[in-house]
């Protein structure tokens, strides 16, 4: 797959020449009043997918509040650790710089395999949604119940497309497994895509995926369970929470976007960084941001404001989970 | 309404929209000519653009782009033995020596019409037999894919048959490179060298134009122009008759046009495969039924025809998953369904009871599109293939810079330029001492792929190997693939044993 | 394609470097996956098996070649004088210099550069005019697909700063 840009960023590029072009700038102009130049938003995904579209529609509203425009820089590749290691490594550490993750499974990266740089010397600060995992069928499937998926995988081990091993969705699935004694095999099919391509085609008995995706492959698939609080009714085809359903106390298996910063920039430049979070905090109070993700098709029941705390919480638990679960999602 | 009556207003329609869809050609056949660039990125840049047309237009946009930037790949690939993208990667096979016998306008009209008419010929059955094809997916399952992978794999052993042992080399080797990155199943690096950017494999584009463009290059600069002296003699007195003459050629195989474009169509219908399996899989299959299988790579009419109408039977197909199910079968039609959803359309198995104008408008559009094609676009062959007349000493620079330009576009990362050089230098090398390049990039491309498809498969049973021949359609396919296998060295066995009664 | 692969093998060095390689990166690669769960090495055990072992009867084939006289340990074949007075050596060496530079260069100066100096060596620096001519109006062409109308993320140079406060100026 091929990817391009959309609309203007400069120099953003290979963050040598964003920081060349920092340096040259002279240090009166730097102490000017913060922001006086457009922000580099390091995404690391592909364009054009679910964390493109949610930036576009919190930044339109964001950009107003800070005086300042974000300008978006896509960096695809090993489920995101090529994106981190590029903020980490390139970016300067200025409050210039933010990266736009998936506190999710982007996380669990990092239980799984630690990266080259210390993951403390980043945090994220403002989370943007929480989006549960759930698990569905395809609309042929003989299963009509998560009741009988579960008494079906207790006489035989079903198989289950996930979209990768180290995903809140899987460790959903496994959870149950574990509650229940039916027994799951877990068959990554690389991408939400294959993944509702698996359930519908019976490549695999059942799935697990974001519901956010779910949601958009519409009539295709059927939703069993939710590994969370189902906000959306209907749209999840009324599926019950894991925990409800069986009596279960599992935290919500969530995807979760959030913009990240290096802790040198919130500690150098603790004024930019307030100003950051105070204007993160207004965007959410004004009512177009509900517009705006309506526009974008995107799941406004999803938008969910957290700070530095929640947002350290849910990193410190996401890690905490594949510690757990890490023989399984590694295979080792 | 029928569906015959819808089917004839959105015809109507369609055609109203003209001005649409010729300006449209041209951006696709420009855009699918560059390499890094396709139809799906074309629509992301253009999003703004194609969000504020109406449904239709905006359909009929995205659809004729699409057609049209898969037959513009062709173009770099059978004049300068640049695929644009892993879905010509076998055009140039005989295209490439097509042009530099000097016959590069005929291949180019050639494979003009093989794409339409495949095209066309494929989304004519799709709109006729939609609802069956899309059951193609419910059957064709890793164990299934695994075999048609192996189809196109085989390919290396009828490319080694010259050199056995050099030809096995470079395709396994090929195989080795395309094992490089994370296992599909527990994401473990493997043989990445450090690097974070093979972590999802080889990029096919930097290995695809490394291989067959950046060493061409260097090998071209031996000779004043890339064509032969017989090729340069053809070439100097241009005329429409060359155009005419492949036109000609093209019309008198449309049997091979229609099987091979088949193919296409029904690989492409099942999600996740797509047009690189199909152009190899369809040259291999037309290889392998061709009563002259030893003249395919020296510029072989049919082994140009067979991956180009494969490759268009794809676009069709890909389609169908994508109205029928909901599920897109690849990159271009998962952008489709992201526009198409934010009109407001919904995907998936009501589509056709909800809104058949847009089911049917799709396969209509792309039936235009090709429609007008035909007319457009043969007329350019005569100017298009003056570029083979472009002294080298022009020609490998310009080659070189475009398509390691070309490397960086599709992920826009530095290490893409340097990984196309790396392949064009291991490309030199090969070519220079004797193994085939092409051996090597089917190695690159489909190896990962079938190891995709194989541990899928070794997952699900947990590791028990005989899943490979647990399931009826896949051991049919096997037989097939025996048979594919042996067919031609019994045929060439018979043909000797004639050509020795007749001495 | 291209190859011929009936070329008389009489420089067995040169015809070795690829199954050289071929087994050095099959052994790294069977290196980074020693320790790793099963599904890391099913297929890369099985087929780079298959390539060891094919390059192994390959050896043992050139062995026998060398043993009767009828090719020399050389290397002729793949790089030779002819190799330097076409111009190939110069067009490798600037095709390297052209992936270093555009680093600092930026994408537009470099194509240029790159350009002209491989058309004029390969051109014997005859008709410069011409080659000038034909450099700019490429680099300037790839600049504005690639920098102006797509704005992709190729380094930036002074030219595409001069550029951009001029257009932003005028």
């Known amino acids: 797959m091929t990817k391009l840009k959309m609309n203007r960023r400069t120099l953003l590029g290979t963050g040598l020449a964003a920081s060349a072009m920092s340096l040259a700038t002279p240090g009166i102009l730097r102490a000017a009043a913060y922001p006086e130049r457009n922000l580099s938003v390091y995404i690391p995904t592909r364009e054009g997918g679910g964390a493109d579209r949610n930036f576009r529609a919190f930044s339109s509203i964001w950009k107003d509040k800070l005086g300042a425009e974000f300008e978006p820089g896509f960096y695809p590749g090993a489920s995101g650790r090529v994106g981190y290691e590029i903020y980490m490594g390139k970016a300067e550490p200025d409050a210039y710089n933010l990266i736009f993750g998936n506190m999710g499974p982007e996380v669990l990266n990092w239980a799984v395999q630690a990266p080259t740089f210390d993951i403390n010397d980043y945090f994220y600060f403002g989370r943007v949604d929480t989006d549960p995992g759930c698990a569905f069928v395809g609309a042929e499937s003989a299963f009509q119940s998560i009741d009988q998926i579960v008494e079906e995988g207790k006489k035989r081990t079903l198989t289950v497309g996930t979209s990768r091993m180290a995903h809140p969705a899987s460790i959903g699935i496994l959870a149950l497994g574990e509650a229940t004694g039916a027994k799951f095999n877990l068959i990554p099919l690389s991408g939400g895509k294959n993944t509702v391509a698996g359930a519908v085609t019976g490549e695999v008995d059942f799935s697990v995926l974001t519901s956010g995706s779910v949601i958009s492959a519409g009539d295709s698939v059927r939703t069993m369970l939710v590994f969370g609080e189902n906000k959306v009714g209907d749209a999840l085809d009324n599926a019950q929470n894991i925990n409800d359903a069986f009596d279960m106390d599992l935290p919500e298996m969530l995807s979760s976007r959030a913009f990240g910063i290096h802790k040198a920039a919130a500690d150098n430049h603790p004024d930019r960084f307030e100003k950051l979070v105070s204007t993160f905090n207004a965007t959410f109070e004004d009512p177009a941001l509900l517009e705006s993700y309506v526009a974008a098709r995107g799941t406004p029941e999803y938008l969910n404001r957290g700070g530095v705390e929640e947002c350290g919480q849910f990193v410190k638990d996401m890690l905490e989970l594949g510690e757990r679960y890490k023989p399984l999602l590694t295979g080792a | 309404m029928g569906d015959a009556a819808i089917i004839s207003t959105v015809f109507l329609e369609t055609i109203g929209y003209w001005w649409v869809i010729i300006p449209t050609i041209f951006l696709g056949l420009i855009v699918g000519g560059i390499p890094g660039f396709s139809a799906a990125n074309t629509i992301i840049i253009l999003m703004p653009l194609t969000l504020a047309m109406d449904l239709q237009m905006g359909l009929v946009f995205m659809v004729s782009l699409y057609c049209a930037a898969r037959m513009g790949a062709g173009i770099p690939a059978i004049l300068v033995n640049i695929p644009g993208t892993a879905g010509a990667a076998a055009t140039p096979l005989d295209g490439y020596p097509m042009t530099k016998q000097g016959r590069g306008q005929q291949a180019l009209a050639i494979s003009f019409v093989a794409s339409s008419l495949g095209g066309l010929l494929t989304t004519i059955i799709a709109i006729a037999a939609m609802p069956l094809l899309a059951r193609v997916g419910f059957y064709m399952h890793s164990v299934e894919m695994i075999v048609v992978m192996l189809f196109g794999i085989s390919l290396i052993a009828s490319i080694a048959a010259q050199d056995m042992l050099k030809g096995l080399i470079a395709g396994f080797f090929g195989l080795m490179l395309g094992a490089i990155g994370t296992d599909v199943v527990y994401a473990t690096p493997r043989g990445t060298m450090g690097f974070l950017e093979l972590y999802d494999g080889v990029p096919l584009i930097p290995a695809l134009v490394g291989l067959f463009a950046v060493s061409e290059a260097f090998i071209i600069i031996e000779k004043r122009v890339i064509l032969t002296k017989k090729g340069q003699e053809a070439m100097e007195n241009p005329s429409w008759a060359a155009t005419f003459e492949g036109v000609r050629d093209a019309l008198t195989r449309w049997t091979h046009i229609c099987w091979t474009s088949v193919i296409g169509l029904i690989i492409g219908v099942i999600p996740g495969a797509g047009a690189s399996i199909a152009s190899f899989v369809a040259y291999q299959q037309s290889r392998t039924f061709s009563k002259t299988p030893e003249k395919y790579g020296t510029g072989h009419i049919e082994g140009l025809v067979a991956p180009e109408s494969a490759n268009n039977g794809v676009t069709s197909g890909t389609l169908v998953p994508l109205l029928v199910l909901g599920i897109p079968g690849g990159a271009t039609a998962a952008i489709m369904l992201v526009v198409m959803q934010y009109h407001g359309v919904s995907f998936g198995p009501s589509l056709f009871q909800q809104d058949p104008k847009v089911g049917y408008g799709m396969f209509i559009a792309m039936a235009v599109s090709y429609f007008l094609m035909i007319l457009t676009i043969i007329p350019l062959s005569r100017y298009m293939s003056r570029v083979t007349t472009v002294p080298t000493i022009y020609l490998a620079p310009m080659i070189i810079s475009f398509t390691l330009v070309g490397a960086f576009v599709p992920r826009e990362y530095m290490f893409d330029m340097y990984l196309a050089l790396a392949f064009g230098v291991v490309g030199y090398i090969a070519r220079r001492t004797g193994y085939h390049v092409a051996a090597i990039l089917i190695g690159v491309i489909l190896g990962p792929l079938l190891e995709t498809y194989f541990l899928r498969a070794l997952k699900k049973s947990e590791g028990d190997i005989m899943v490979l021949f647990s399931s009826t359609l896949g051991n049919i396919l096997w037989v097939a693939l025996v048979v594919s296998l042996v067919l031609p060295i019994v045929f060439e066995r018979r043909r000797k044993k004639k050509e020795i009664v007749i001495q | ?170």
Request: proline share 3%; glycine share 8%; charged share 15%.
């Open chain 3, 1 to 170: 394609m291209a190859d011929d692969p009936n070329r008389a093998p009489k420089h067995l060095g040169a015809d070795l470097v690829i199954p050289v390689l071929a087994v050095i990166f099959t052994l790294y690669y069977f290196s980074t996956i020693w320790n790793s769960p099963w599904t890391a090495q099913v297929s890369a055990f099985a087929i780079g098996g298959v390539l060891l072992f094919i390059c192994a009867l390959y050896f043992i084939k050139v062995a026998g070649q060398f043993k009767r006289g009828e090719g020399r340990f050389t290397f002729t074949s793949l790089i030779n004088f002819e190799d330097i007075r076409t111009g190939r050596v110069a067009l490798l060496v600037t095709t390297i210099g052209f992936c270093w530079f555009i680093d600092e260069l930026g994408f537009t100066l470099t194509t240029f550069l790159f350009l002209w100096t491989s058309m004029a060596i390969l051109g014997a620096f005859k008709r410069l005019g011409l080659v000038t001519i034909v450099s700019a109006v490429l680099a300037l062409g790839g600049w504005a697909v690639f920098i102006l109308a797509f704005d992709t993320r190729f380094p930036r140079g002074w030219f595409e700063e001069t550029m951009k406060v001029v257009m932003a100026n005028g």
